[in-house]
């Protein structure tokens, strides 16, 4: 087995699930609520959360365990579901 573990825009949710859905073997998703911040320091969010002293950027984290013949198709329908051609 092996994990694949993406960090998304909350909007995009949605669309990755949708994209995953139909792919026969997929044990499961798990969804979760993250803040976090990366290269802009969460500067270029709109949608921001000050946690001890810190700015931070809302996230969702998607965490999915599956079988290695599944993870090229899994990532790829994230990669393209989940573009937003933002930071």
Do not use: Y
Request: aromatic share 2%; with cysteine; proline share 6%.
């Amino acid at each position: 087995m092996q994990e694949i573990k993406a960090i998304i825009q909350p909007v995009m949710v949605g669309r990755v699930c949708e994209g995953l859905r139909p792919i026969d073997g997929l044990p499961g998703v798990t969804v979760s609520q993250v803040i976090g911040w990366g290269k802009s320091k969460a500067a270029e969010t709109t949608e921001t959360v000050e946690e001890g002293g810190c700015v931070f950027a809302r996230k969702t984290k998607i965490e999915i365990v599956l079988p290695p013949h599944l993870v090229e198709q899994v990532v790829q329908v994230i990669v393209d579901a989940a573009h937003t051609g933002n930071v």
